[in-house]
Every structure is written in structure tokens, then in C-alpha cells.
């Protein structure tokens, strides 16, 4: 069966920092993958998508990055982190069916 | 784009009463309609889904109507019970772009012994 991890599981840190998220999923080939974020008592925003290695569409546009350097890994980047970055991150994954969410990030920007 | 609203924003009910969250979309080419239940601090999970050539399906205690002409979709919880606390959001999209849901702004359900 299909897992997908996601870490790290919260993470704090500084205004003007980098970051990044790793999301890798096992037990398919050539998902498409996802990162939405979600604000403090807010609903669900794509952010970005990825349908191959090396293909990605950015659905908002932040301050924000993805990459996807191999078929089941999808890392969301940032050079300098705003405060407004604050969030629950989460990588989803999906093939011809239903789109299904990794355990996510905290992420505080402090 | 797809807009989806969903109501109310939250809900109390009383253990074993029933439970509706509606939700509307406006983008007609939608025809896939997910539901999902976040409970506190985890992710969200598929609880049922429904397709545009369907007009109500049922698993157990929940349930999923669907309106086309009308463009709204709603869910149904029947019993509930203290673990249906959760919050529930509704989605659509076209099927062919399974994964880019546009997301309602969600539903606290509370339920009470």
C-alpha cells in the first residue's frame, strides 16, 4: 500500500531564515504530488503541484519554492522566511484517484 | 475558478441527533466532490467522496448528496456520535485534475454527550 511521509513534524523559526520540507511517498511510481498550507482555523490552499520530475506549477505566488528531484520526493524551499509563512503544511499525493494527505508540518515563523 | 462555500462554519449537536454541512461550487465542470474530517492537529482524511453522475451515496453514518442543476452538495451525518468532533471540509474539482481541490473554508462539528 501507499505511505507518504512528511518532516520535520513542527518546526520554529526565525524571520529571514530558509527552509525546507521533505515529503517523499512509497509504494507507487509517478504520483502527482502536492503541497497545500493551511492557516491558524483556515481552510486548505494549493500552493504548489508537481505531475513528473522536474514539473512544477506554482498555483499562489509567495515567497515560497518547490522542487521535485526524484519521482516520489517533493521539498517545498523558502531563501527567507516571512512571518506570514506561519502554517500547517501538507504534502498530498495522488494517481486517478482520490487526493490523500501526509501527517504535515507546524511551521512558526517567530 | 472554482469557488466553494461551505455552511455553517461551525455546528453543535447533541450526541445521536444528525448532523448537515452544505456546500455550494461554481464552476460547472466540477464533477468530483470529496469530503474530508481533520480532527485537532492531524491531517485531513478522505471520509467519502462523490461523483457528478451520482446523487447520493452512503457509507454507514455518513452520507453525500449531490445537486447538479442546483450546483450544491451536502453531508450527512446520522448518530452522532462524541468522536464525529472534528472539523469537515468539502472540495471540487474536475476529476481530470484530481488533486488541485478548491477547498470550503470548513465546519467545527461539536458534538455533545
Known amino acids: 500500500s501507499q505511505t507518504i511521509h512528511q518532516w520535520p513534524a513542527t518546526l520554529v523559526q526565525p524571520v529571514g531564515s530558509p527552509l525546507s520540507l521533505e515529503c517523499t511517498v512509497e509504494g507507487t511510481s509517478n504520483p502527482n504530488l502536492y503541497w497545500y498550507r493551511q492557516a491558524a482555523g483556515r481552510g486548505l490552499q494549493l500552493l504548489f503541484y508537481s505531475v513528473g520530475i522536474g514539473q512544477i506549477s506554482s498555483e499562489v505566488p509567495q515567497n515560497l519554492s518547490a522542487s521535485r528531484p526524484q519521482d516520489r520526493q517533493f521539498i517545498l524551499s523558502s531563501k527567507k522566511l516571512l512571518l506570514s509563512d506561519s502554517g500547517f503544511y501538507l504534502c498530498?499525493?495522488?494517481?486517478?484517484?482520490?487526493?490523500?494527505f501526509g501527517n504535515g508540518t507546524r511551521l512558526t515563523v517567530t | 475558478g472554482e469557488n466553494v462555500e461551505q455552511h455553517p462554519s461551525t455546528l453543535s449537536v447533541q450526541e445521536g441527533d444528525s448532523a448537515v454541512i452544505k456546500c455550494t461550487y461554481s464552476?460547472?465542470?466540477?464533477?468530483?466532490f470529496p469530503w474530508y474530517k481533520q480532527e485537532l492537529g492531524k491531517r485531513p482524511q478522505l471520509i467519502i467522496d462523490i461523483r457528478s453522475n451520482v446523487g447520493e451515496k452512503k457509507d454507514q453514518r455518513i452520507a453525500v448528496t449531490l445537486n447538479k442543476t442546483a450546483k450544491h452538495f451536502s453531508l450527512h451525518i446520522t448518530e452522532t456520535q462524541p468522536e464525529d468532533s472534528a472539523v469537515y471540509f468539502c472540495a471540487a474539482v474536475e476529476e481530470e485534475s484530481w488533486g488541485k481541490l478548491q477547498f470550503g473554508a470548513g465546519t467545527q462539528v461539536v458534538v455533545t454527550p
Open positions: 498530498a499525493w495522488s494517481l486517478t484517484g482520490p487526493l490523500h
Open positions: 464552476d460547472s465542470a466540477s464533477n468530483y
